[in-house]
């Protein structure tokens, strides 16, 4: 097969959760233990750090691996779902996977994917630890797609344990309390493999405390040691921003410039900087020089998309991720300490989220432009824009995300701001994101 026709293989046979949801979704470790023992356990033969959370794994894996990076190591990188190209997903020091290769890996394992019948994660995950094994990476990032106890990433024994957050996503299948969703991010924590805790939550501080004394695995709350704040306050156009960032306490790291520029990545510096410093204790070499160049260059070392990037000034254009309630609150407050004359938001959704609580977060002064990503979950434009309408949230449909972009930078004016997002997918089909240094 071509390359195009390995993609539609892999779109078209194996279920894929981020375009049809639930359908998509295998419960279990079943089918990814088999697809590893057929393989000759290729999870085995690397060392990993394993990120789960519901808001802020990906940006913590990237910071991870630039800061690995920066430090001389082999660095692989396994994150969901992609933007624009499927190879994306897997990367090695910010490379990402080679088309050839995927062809000939499918090729090669097809017979087997046709007897086991796995998910189309479960294919991916299969595909990254085989790589990653055979490139011999020093360390690999390995990225939670949903929940953590039975994902499939989950047949790895990290050296280090990362949990960035809990917030309500994904409820349908894990669960409708925070507890709950805590659970089965809880899962990934192995019996005497430390763990770290991006932000101390009360509300689900005892899931964790149980899980750890249950395996012996020591567990870091990372916001209890470091504490990061913007330097000289919040700047809101600066692709780099200055981050002073204190260990319990004391001075640690003065003016670090920070390469994500969203007011969110404060709450993740504290989980990553400590599980750099379970890292460094098991032997891994982490100067303060590799820390600062890896915070600093993370976009270029890893080629993260879509975490409050500006592609357009006069007017200011933003695009972010951020697709549930507890990500979009920060993003929106951010959006409004923008100085700006009037807000144009372009905004999608999929259709198993709560739609109506996203929209309760949106700002009522703007102008909206709404609209559908091309994937089969996305919540036709015209439904959204009604449910909006009902919320007095006013604009107009469009038929892809490219036209409502289009409308709005049209109708933008130089003092103006424009917002992309609501869902990973509309973010993914801004052309401009893939152009960004």
């Given at each position: 097969m071509t390359y195009q026709e390995t993609l539609a293989y892999l779109y078209d046979q194996l279920p894929m959760f981020q375009r049809v949801g639930a359908a998509g979704y295998k419960k279990g470790l079943g089918n990814t233990l088999a697809l590893a023992e057929a393989m000759g356990h290729p999870e085995r033969m690397f060392r990993s750090v394993h990120v789960a959370g519901t808001n802020g794994k990906g940006s913590s894996s990237h910071l991870l691996s630039a800061v690995l990076q920066a430090a001389g190591y082999k660095v692989g990188l396994y994150t969901s779902p992609h933007l624009r190209e499927f190879t994306e997903r897997v990367r090695i020091n910010g490379q990402e996977l080679t088309p050839d290769y995927l062809v000939a890996w499918v090729a090669r394992?097809?017979?087997?994917?046709?007897?086991?019948?796995?998910?189309?994660?479960?294919?991916?995950?299969?595909?990254?630890?085989?790589?990653?094994?055979?490139?011999?990476?020093?360390?690999?990032?390995?990225?939670?797609?949903?929940?953590?106890?039975?994902?499939?990433?989950?047949?790895?024994?990290?050296?280090?344990?990362?949990?960035?957050?809990?917030?309500?996503?994904?409820?349908?299948?894990?669960?409708?309390?925070?507890?709950?969703?805590?659970?089965?991010?809880?899962?990934?924590?192995?019996?005497?493999?430390?763990?770290?805790?991006?932000?101390?939550?009360?509300?689900?501080?005892?899931?964790?405390?149980?899980?750890?004394?249950?395996?012996?695995?020591?567990?870091?709350?990372?916001?209890?040691v470091y504490q990061a704040a913007f330097a000289n306050g919040p700047a809101p156009e600066g692709a780099l921003r200055a981050v002073a960032i204190t260990q319990h306490g004391r001075p640690y790291l003065p003016n670090v410039e920070l390469g994500l520029p969203g007011d969110y990545q404060l709450l993740n510096l504290p989980g990553v900087l400590a599980t750099l410093d379970e890292l460094r204790a098991l032997g891994f070499r982490l100067t303060e020089a590799s820390i600062r160049t890896g915070l600093r260059q993370v976009t270029q070392l890893t080629s993260l998309r879509?975490?409050?990037?500006?592609?357009?000034?006069?007017?200011?254009?933003?695009?972010?991720?951020?697709?549930?309630?507890?990500?979009?609150?920060?993003?929106?407050?951010?959006?409004?300490?923008?100085?700006?004359?009037?807000?144009?938001?372009?905004?999608?959704?999929?259709?198993?989220?709560?739609?109506?609580?996203?929209?309760?977060?949106?700002?009522?002064?703007?102008t909206y432009y709404f609209c559908a990503a091309n994937i089969p979950r996305a919540l036709p434009a015209g439904q959204l824009a009604l449910q909006a309408a009902a919320l007095d949230l006013r604009g107009e449909a469009y038929n892809s995300v490219a036209a409502a972009v289009a409308a709005a930078r049209a109708a933008a004016q130089p003092e103006d701001v424009v917002f992309i997002g609501g869902s990973t997918f509309v973010v993914a089909e801004v052309e401009e994101l893939y152009s960004l240094a």
């Amino acid at each position: 097969m071509t390359y195009q026709e390995t993609l539609a293989y892999l779109y078209d046979q194996l279920p894929m959760f981020q375009r049809v949801g639930a359908a998509g979704y295998k419960k279990g470790l079943g089918n990814t233990l088999a697809l590893a023992e057929a393989m000759g356990h290729p999870e085995r033969m690397f060392r990993s750090v394993h990120v789960a959370g519901t808001n802020g794994k990906g940006s913590s894996s990237h910071l991870l691996s630039a800061v690995l990076q920066a430090a001389g190591y082999k660095v692989g990188l396994y994150t969901s779902p992609h933007l624009r190209e499927f190879t994306e997903r897997v990367r090695i020091n910010g490379q990402e996977l080679t088309p050839d290769y995927l062809v000939a890996w499918v090729a090669r394992w097809r017979p087997l994917f046709e007897e086991i019948q796995p998910s189309f994660f479960e294919m991916c995950v299969a595909l990254a630890f085989s790589y990653f094994a055979e490139q011999r990476v020093d360390v690999a990032i390995v990225e939670v797609g949903l929940g953590g106890r039975l994902d499939s990433t989950n047949i790895i024994t990290p050296l280090v344990s990362l949990i960035t957050n809990i917030s309500f996503d994904h409820q349908a299948l894990l669960g409708n309390t925070l507890v709950e969703i805590a659970g089965e991010k809880a899962g990934i924590i192995k019996p005497g493999v430390p763990v770290v805790i991006s932000q101390n939550q009360p509300e689900v501080a005892g899931v964790f405390e149980r899980e750890a004394a249950a395996k012996l695995a020591h567990l870091v709350y990372a916001d209890r040691v470091y504490q990061a704040a913007f330097a000289n306050g919040p700047a809101p156009e600066g692709a780099l921003r200055a981050v002073a960032i204190t260990q319990h306490g004391r001075p640690y790291l003065p003016n670090v410039e920070l390469g994500l520029p969203g007011d969110y990545q404060l709450l993740n510096l504290p989980g990553v900087l400590a599980t750099l410093d379970e890292l460094r204790a098991l032997g891994f070499r982490l100067t303060e020089a590799s820390i600062r160049t890896g915070l600093r260059q993370v976009t270029q070392l890893t080629s993260l998309r879509g975490r409050w990037s500006i592609i357009g000034r006069r007017p200011t254009v933003v695009c972010d991720t951020a697709h549930n309630a507890a990500g979009l609150q920060l993003v929106m407050a951010q959006l409004q300490r923008l100085p700006h004359h009037t807000l144009h938001l372009v905004i999608g959704a999929v259709n198993d989220k709560d739609v109506a609580g996203m929209l309760q977060l949106l700002p009522s002064a703007a102008t909206y432009y709404f609209c559908a990503a091309n994937i089969p979950r996305a919540l036709p434009a015209g439904q959204l824009a009604l449910q909006a309408a009902a919320l007095d949230l006013r604009g107009e449909a469009y038929n892809s995300v490219a036209a409502a972009v289009a409308a709005a930078r049209a109708a933008a004016q130089p003092e103006d701001v424009v917002f992309i997002g609501g869902s990973t997918f509309v973010v993914a089909e801004v052309e401009e994101l893939y152009s960004l240094a």
